[in-house]
């Protein structure tokens, strides 16, 4: 496959409104590369006209590539399908939203120009967004920072710009549940951040609900560490140890006449052991349900 010096890689979800803002931006930025560039638009099974935009792009620009994906297949995916086919000797990462700007692109070069592998993004600020998103966002950020077993810079997206020698190492990555962010971080090799100041939403609306967002936390999580495991285990013999407190009480309260008819102290002890059990079954189920999801080995994606 020959290669080029720069693919610019955006997924999009029902983006119609801003997808012909977002391609003349990219193009722009990367003009001091022509011919020889390609930009790559990943059509995740959108409801609007998103496709026949990027289609019309297309033929209209030898250099832009559309590829359609059969379904909604997710975010993570749907950039992991792009990243897959780009040929460039550096790829920058970009959502379609213009939340993180493509003129960026040149700082970044230069960065990778002194000898890293990965120049990601890390916002000072983001505007646009409601005080619940940002709140979340930055537990989020801390929470995953505190418990992983990689160091994965807190405050950063997806937006990076990354080497040939970085992506096939992250292509060579296999697993389903993919948080993209974390695995180029699990890469290693010399990666440098860019402090930028991240815009609102061109157009549209944002295509993470907080539900999403919630299974996109736990993906993070369960990813790339097992001390929630280890944090269940406390929990587990915390509560095992109040119960026989509980336990201890009610023979004290026999022993000393002042016991109280009922079975208020039983089911004390139920309720605390249960809630124990439940919630590390709950956690266990997590990870093993990845492993089930893993071991189907099914195609990441399936390109129309």
Excluded at 137 to 144: K, T
Excluded at 190 to 218: D, T
Aim: hydrophobic fraction near 45%; include cysteine.
């Amino acid at each position: 496959m020959s290669r080029c010096p720069v693919s610019v890689v955006t997924p999009c979800l029902n983006e119609v409104e801003i997808i012909g803002e977002t391609y003349r931006r990219i193009a722009e930025t990367c003009r001091p590369y022509r011919p020889d560039f390609e930009i790559i638009f990943v059509n995740d099974g959108s409801t609007d006209a998103t496709w026949s935009a990027i289609e019309s792009i297309c033929r209209n620009d030898p250099q832009v590539i559309g590829v359609n994906l059969s379904r909604n297949h997710g975010h993570q995916v749907a950039l992991t399908a792009g990243l897959t086919i780009a040929r460039g000797e550096r790829i920058l990462i970009l959502d379609a939203d213009l939340q993180d700007p493509p003129e960026l692109l040149p700082e970044m070069m230069k960065i990778m120009d002194e000898g890293c592998d990965v120049v990601y993004g890390v916002r000072k600020q983001r505007n646009g967004e409601t005080w619940l998103k940002l709140k979340t966002a930055m537990i989020f950020y801390r929470l995953l920072s505190l418990i992983s077993d990689v160091d994965i810079p807190v405050d950063t997206g997806d937006f990076r710009l990354m080497s040939r020698r970085a992506l096939d190492i992250f292509l060579a990555m296999p697993e389903r549940h993919r948080f993209v962010r974390g695995m180029v971080s699990w890469i290693g090799l010399r990666q440098r951040p860019l402090v930028y100041e991240r815009q609102a939403r061109f157009a549209g609306q944002s295509k993470y609900p907080f539900v999403k967002m919630l299974r996109f936390a736990f993906d993070a999580i369960t990813g790339f560490s097992v001390k929630p495991l280890k944090i269940a285990i406390y929990l587990g013999a915390l509560a095992g140890a109040m119960a026989l407190l509980c336990v201890a009480y009610v023979f004290w309260s026999l022993a000393t006449g002042s016991a109280v008819a009922g079975w208020s102290s039983l089911m004390i002890v139920v309720l605390l052991l249960g809630a124990a059990q439940l919630f590390v079954m709950g956690i266990i189920g997590e990870y093993l349900g990845q492993i089930f999801m893993e071991s189907k080995r099914r195609p990441l994606f399936i390109i129309d």
